[in-house]
């Protein structure tokens, strides 16, 4: 058997986003769910971070690096507190994707 058959299927791929928007909401949706271990249903776009789905520091560092490692993108401590529904993390990380 050859060494690239034991290396594990699955791997990262960095997301082109410019291709899907919808599938950005959807993947924000998961790192989401995923974090703050919430229903997928009360991930709307709508969704506040704070008042909505109770998200504290702690979980805002934990989900801007897990859309950093996710998107492959880098997001500034000083962008955090503009960050306040779903859909700004949506737009914010498709803004960033561009920008690369």
Do not use: C, H, N, W
């Not at 998961?30 to 009360?42: D, N, Y």
């Not at 971070?49 to 000083?78: G, H, K, W």
């Amino acid at each position: 058997m050859s060494p690239a058959a034991l290396e594990p299927k699955s791997k990262e791929i960095p997301i082109m986003i410019e291709s899907a928007p919808s599938s950005v909401l959807t993947i924000v949706q998961e790192v989401v769910v995923q974090i703050l271990r919430v229903p997928l249903e009360t991930v709307t776009p709508e969704a506040r971070l704070l008042e909505d789905l109770e998200v504290d520091s702690l979980f805002v560092v934990q989900l801007a690096m897990a859309l950093e490692e996710r998107f492959s993108i880098e997001v500034p401590e000083e962008d955090i507190p503009g960050l306040k529904t779903i859909q700004d993390l949506v737009d914010y990380v498709q803004s960033k994707a561009e920008v690369q």
